[in-house]
Nanobody, 116 residues
Framework: QVQLVESGGGLVQPGGSLRLSCAAS????????MRWYRQAPGKERELVAS???????NYVDSVKGRFTISRDNAKKTVYLQMNSLKPEDTAVYYC??????????WGQGTQVTVSS
């Protein structure tokens, strides 16, 4: 019943923008820290951004000033606005919902490719 469904990925040129969305269902969305991870081929999964229940946000240094995470609790959706995209941003992006170690959910991922 728990679902995290990402959308918005695709192919974009360097310098372009994308907005990822993650629609949640089956759990108390507002109580969870929502996070975006990414994983590039041959790389470990990396935490990109997180937003808490009080809307506190943090980001990995490489995306600061370019990416913005936000959430809409009424819509049970978390977003990742990605601007000034670089080829090194190419990865599968995953939505994650964290309450405790036991209650930790993942989406299926959406591909973001930044290339000319």
């Amino acid at each position: 019943q728990v679902q995290l469904v990402e959308s918005g990925g695709g192919l974009v040129q360097p310098g372009g923008s994308l907005r990822l969305s993650c629609a949640a269902s089956g759990f108390t969305f507002s109580a969870y820290v929502m996070r975006w991870y990414r994983q590039a081929p041959g790389k470990e999964r990396e935490l990109v951004a997180s937003i808490g229940s009080t809307f506190y946000t943090n980001y990995v240094d490489s995306v600061k000033g370019r990416f913005t995470i936000s959430r809409d609790n009424a819509k049970k959706t978390v977003y990742l606005q990605m601007n000034s995209l670089k080829p090194e941003d190419t990865a599968v992006y995953y939505c994650n919902a964290l309450f405790t170690t036991t209650y930790n959910y993942w989406g299926q991922g959406t591909q973001v490719t930044v290339s000319s």
